[in-house]
């Protein structure tokens, strides 16, 4: 993989577009280009009320529209704006639960939202690289790790529009962009970290119940999943996105996920995180069935660790120390824009 110097070589003064900024991953991925020197457009829904996005300083460098992924006139006179060089597509309805509550609005965003992107980016005159992140959910249920060529079919809507998604994008790349910008797909498994405030995810519910001084209540303590913290895969889609700029043929399409040993149940992690917080923390089953989800979710990532020479540089142990780290110090006051960039530095060193 790219080390940080490199990036910051390529990146430095490249226009890139980033959607979804105001989100956990997005916040973290548009401060590690800032950081760079790169020219960083962002377009995404105004942050939530509790947000990294929202403890971070911006006002070097990040230019910033608040707007749907569903509205194609402002998007699109926001990429002509923006006129980017490398695009990283993150903006999405990223929640199972909400996809079964809200289906239209989940296809919408996730499947049509990137149509609208993907089409304004044609009229980009020196687009280079175009990275349209989705999801380890993509594929049909297996109990056998997924491999890139496994069949796409997610069961529920939230899995099944990113499918969709993935094969709108790959349709563009290879009718429009072909000559022009590489395209890749990139399936990302669980990411967890410091500054994920979201609703219904396991990181955040532990955080809060710790905070509370609350037993944590776990969902689905036997759903086994593919853990990472967050710079994991930003560093391997900012090595994608650079790469595949300097040659296409890097594009296609890439899983990105933790080691072997890092997929656990939601139990396992849930121990790890009681065991990292200390303070007597423990948690509580509250299985109680619910609509369908997948059980099991491992991926195989030998195509990235081949093509691009990756190895994981946190375990899923160590990705909870940082995680729990970042939130004791959110929670006792502390500057947050220091310690997110002393977690970048200590990553990348």
Sequence with gaps: MADLG????????????VTGHTG??????????????????????APERESLYGLLDWEKGLVSCYGDIRQPKKLGAFVKKAEPEVIFHLAAQPLVSVGYAQPVKTYETNLMGTVYLLEALRKVENLRSVVVVTTDKVYAET??????????????PYANSKSCAELA?????RCFFEGKAALSRLRAGNVIGGGDFASDRIIP???????????IQVRNPHSTRPYQHVLEPLAVYLTIAMEQYKDNKYQGYYNVGPDDRDCITTGTLTDLFCNAWGEKMTWE??????????????????KIKTVFGWT??????TAIEKTVEWSKEY???????????????????
């Design 312 to 317: 994981p540089r946190y375990t899923v142990k």
């Design 143 to 156: 109990k056998e790790a997924a491999g890139e060529e496994s069949p796409l079919g997610g069961f529920d």
């Design 169 to 173: 994008a790959a349709c563009y790349g």
């Design 24 to 45: 956990f991953k997005g916040a973290w991925l548009c401060r590690l280009l800032l950081d760079m020197g790169a020219k960083v457009y962002g377009y995404a829904l």
């Design 6 to 17: 490199e990036m910051k070589n390529f990146y430095k003064d490249k226009r890139v577009l």
């Design 331 to 349: 929670l006792n006051g502390a500057d947050m824009l220091e310690v997110t960039d002393r977690q970048i530095r200590e990553f990348f060193s």
């Design 285 to 302: 089953n509250h299985w109680a069935g619910g609509p369908h989800e997948a059980n099991f979710l491992k991926l195989d990532c030998s």
């Design 205 to 215: 519910d532990c955080i809060r119940a710790a905070a509370a001084g609350k037993p």
